[in-house]
């Protein structure tokens, strides 16, 4: 059986059923505690990391270039259904952006950014992760994460520490967590 997406009459992906990743057709990474960041969160969840999103954000640039999709959104935006096509060069920009959001090392490897202040704080510790340091719960670095991924590293980290990394990378990750107020 062959699943067809069809997103418009010019562009489609063909997928077949046994794909591990339907949108990427990559196979999905064996879990290692190698790729557990200072922070708690789980580097091989990471869009940067596996590829997922900068691979889509790369094949819809390749497609909008092949079907001249800019003379289209500039053609369009003239009238009042399409005014929304007047920011297309933003949204093609944006892409490029996630295209360029790939991280293939993880954070313990020298990936990620060079500034996380999380990182250097634990290396400055000598610790080989924040579930090490007794002042997380606390950690004002560690609040950095908050916006984007909630309280998903604390909860990690926790777990974590009361289980071990090797039970984390088999159980139950978190990538964001809705904090509770």
């Known amino acids: 059986m062959l699943i067809i997406f069809y997103f418009d009459a010019s562009v489609s992906i063909k997928l077949k059923p046994n ?14 505690a190698k790729r557990i960041a200072y922070c708690g969160l789980y580097c091989g969840d990471c869009h940067g990391f596996n590829g997922k999103i900068p691979d889509l954000a790369r094949d819809l640039r390749a497609e ?21 096509f007047a920011d297309y060069e933003e949204c093609y920009k944006v892409l490029g952006a996630m295209v360029k959001f790939r991280c293939k090392k993880g954070c313990l490897n020298g990936g990620g950014s060079p500034f996380c202040k999380i ?5 400055k510790k000598g610790l080989e992760g ?17 916006p984007v991924h909630g309280d998903a590293h604390k909860k990690n980290l926790r777990s974590i520490k009361r289980n071990g990394k090797d039970a984390f ?13």
């Open 19 to 32: 794909q591990s990743n339907l949108l990427t057709g990559k196979k999905k990474m064996k879990p290692d």
């Open 64 to 84: 909008l270039r092949k079907a001249n999709y800019d003379k289209f959104a500039g053609f369009i935006s003239q009238y009042g259904f399409g005014k929304d």
């Open 119 to 123: 990182r250097k704080c634990a290396q």
């Open 130 to 146: 924040c579930w090490l340091c007794t002042e997380f719960e606390n950690c004002k670095e560690l609040a950095f994460l908050v």
């Open 169 to 181: 990378v088999e159980g139950k990750r978190l990538w964001y967590s809705s904090v509770k107020k």
